[in-house]
């Protein structure tokens, strides 16, 4: 099966610093989107990303985030100036024409 | 925006057949998903249902789709231990835009 694959699957990080979360996504596939995952909370839509640019994002994604395609193959999300409140799971996901699938995530705990 | 509902929790014996609910409000939706999601792992993608179809069956899963009401159900027969999850529905926004996820339907099969 098609896999996404993210790294590193955790990430301990200072309030304050910057972080970057890495994804592979499936190779053919043209959608790639961020999601993120407080504990024990719903899965919430971060960014989606289309021919090299941001299609579309959430309110939650401001200033503080971006997202980059730097090689044609990874996937990344940089969370600049980390805050207690971006601790959570991180999921990638990518899609080709129906099925969207999900990286294992990666997990962030701002200290 | 669109908002997608599930009940919290649902408990069945082992060998029974479980049926979770999700309720969705944005009828364009192409299509509606179902994720599962083990402790402390990703979303794992189980099966999907394009919007002009009522039924589609997989293996143990049926998926029942009824647009007029926006009401989906997964459908798990023969359920064992190793299905004790978190069930995820989810339905697409906006073409490839966005997933919307619902709150999650935590699934407990005691033997």
């Known amino acids: 099966e098609p896999e996404v694959t993210q790294t590193p699957s955790h990430q301990v990080t200072q309030m304050g610093q910057e972080v970057i979360l890495r994804c592979v996504p499936i190779?053919?596939?043209?959608?790639f989107y961020w999601y993120r995952q407080i504990l024990g909370q719903k899965v919430e839509f971060l960014v989606s990303?289309?021919?090299?640019?941001?299609?579309?994002k959430s309110e939650i994604f401001d200033d503080q985030f971006s997202v980059e395609r730097p090689d044609g193959s990874n996937f990344t999300l940089k969370i600049r100036s980390t805050k207690l409140e971006d601790s959570a799971m991180y999921f990638c996901?990518?899609?080709?024409?129906?099925?969207?699938?999900f990286g294992q995530g990666t997990r962030l705990t701002v200290v | 925006g669109e908002d997608v509902e599930q009940s919290l929790f649902l408990s069945v014996r082992e060998g029974d057949s479980s049926v979770i609910n999700c309720t969705y409000t944005?009828?364009?939706?192409?299509?509606l998903y179902w994720y599962k999601q083990e402790p402390g792992a990703g979303l794992q993608l189980l099966t999907y249902?394009?919007?002009?179809?009522d039924m589609k069956q997989d293996q143990r899963l049926t998926v029942l789709l009824n647009k007029k009401d926006k009401h989906l159900s997964l459908r798990i027969a023969d359920t064992q231990t190793g299905d004790s999850a978190i069930y995820f529905c989810a339905g697409e926004v906006g073409g490839f835009q966005k997933l919307v996820f619902g709150t999650g339907t935590r699934l407990l099969v005691s033997p």
């Open positions: 190779s053919n596939h043209l959608y």
């Open positions: 996901a990518s899609r080709g024409w129906t099925e969207a699938f």
């Open positions: 944005d009828s364009s939706s192409t299509y």
């Open positions: 990303f289309y021919n090299n640019e941001i299609s579309e």
């Open positions: 249902i394009f919007s002009n179809m």
